[in-house]
């Protein structure tokens, strides 16, 4: 892997291999979380940093993908999780996007659907820029995995949200919400997943 270092923007460029970008949930950086353990192993990977205001604004979520990504030069891939996929639409659709190899959506979240307690309100989720779900193609590849057991998304949901965004569907079979209350800590099909992209 060759690397350089853009002095403009004070970021490292690989001349080959991409970055990974880690687009956590609503609930940000989980210490014990898949996404924060892959991104301790992998040389080249960026993460969305948590928000300090407007927390539910899918806005604000959307402008934090944008920050991060003007801190990469070269190719990028996606890593998002849960409603961190549907920030991923979002920002596709209304952004300017270049230089992205691809996408891995994980257990996309169904914000369309009243979701468990403890979670946003379908009306604070549409008061607050999330809904209707974009539906459009993503203008890059996309892998959506998703679970069959999944208390956020039913899988003819994930299935439906796969085939509007132009994304290859991968069934996890029986993995919860792909989070730590479901067991995963290390989730190692998440690297066989990213090389499909590079």
Not at 11 to 16: F, G, H, I, N, T
Request: glycine share 8%; aromatic share 6%.
């Amino acid at each position: 892997m060759t690397q350089g270092f853009n002095a403009a923007t004070g970021s490292v460029r690989s001349m080959s291999n991409p970055t990974v970008l880690i687009v956590p949930g609503l609930r940000d950086h989980v210490a014990d979380h898949w996404q924060t353990l892959l991104a301790a192993r992998l040389p080249l990977v960026r993460s969305v940093p948590p928000l300090e205001h407007e927390k539910l604004s899918c806005r604000a979520r959307v402008d934090a993908i944008d920050r991060a990504l003007q801190g990469i030069d070269g190719p990028v891939i996606i890593v998002a999780h849960s409603a961190g996929a549907i920030m991923v639409a979002h920002w596709a659709a209304t952004r300017r996007v270049s230089d992205i190899r691809g996408a891995l959506l994980a257990a996309p979240a169904d914000l369309e659907t009243p979701m468990p307690a403890g979670y946003p309100t379908t009306e604070a989720l549409k008061d607050n820029g999330w809904l209707p779900i974009p539906r459009a193609a993503l203008p890059f590849p996309s892998i959506v995995a998703a679970s069959s057991n999944d208390p956020l998304t039913h899988l003819d949901r994930a299935r439906e949200l796969a085939r509007s965004w132009g994304s290859r569907f991968v069934e996890l079979g029986e993995v919860g919400h792909l989070n730590p209350h479901s067991g995963f800590g290390e989730w190692p099909r998440a690297e066989e997943l990213i090389r499909e992209l590079s």
